[in-house]
């Protein structure tokens, strides 16, 4: 039902636009939420989007999230990366924006997104 894509190797200062097609969600389980988990490190929240938007505090002015709801896509826009934004990059689905992931109940495959220097 979620499927994320659009990673990549980039240089830092570049962009890189995720995606994550959401197929087959019910208005129960419409907000959408991004996460990112890099090597030896917990999971991070990076941003949501439902009745409101949220982003996590690393990249705040830096990456937008969006929706087409025409396409069922949330896009993870990102901008000026860092090298420690290097990560596997997850959405994941749940019935109101949040922070958290326990409060997410269906999850995609990860995409990697690489930040070189």
């Known amino acids: 039902q979620l499927q994320a894509s659009g990673g990549g190797l980039v240089q830092a200062g570049g962009s890189l636009r995720l995606s994550c097609a959401t197929s087959g969600l019910t208005s129960r389980s419409n907000a959408v939420g991004w996460f990112r988990q890099a090597p030896g490190k917990e999971r991070e929240f990076v941003a949501a989007i439902g009745r409101f938007i949220y982003y996590g505090g690393s990249v705040k002015g830096r990456f937008t999230i969006s929706r087409d709801n025409a396409k069922n896509t949330v896009y993870l826009q990102m901008n000026s990366l860092k090298p420690e934004d290097t990560a596997v990059y997850y959405c994941?689905?749940?019935?109101?924006?949040?922070?958290?992931?326990?409060?997410?109940?269906?999850w995609g495959q990860g995409t990697q997104v690489t930040v070189s220097s």
């Open positions: 994941a689905a749940g019935v109101v924006a949040g922070t958290r992931d326990r409060e997410y109940n269906f």
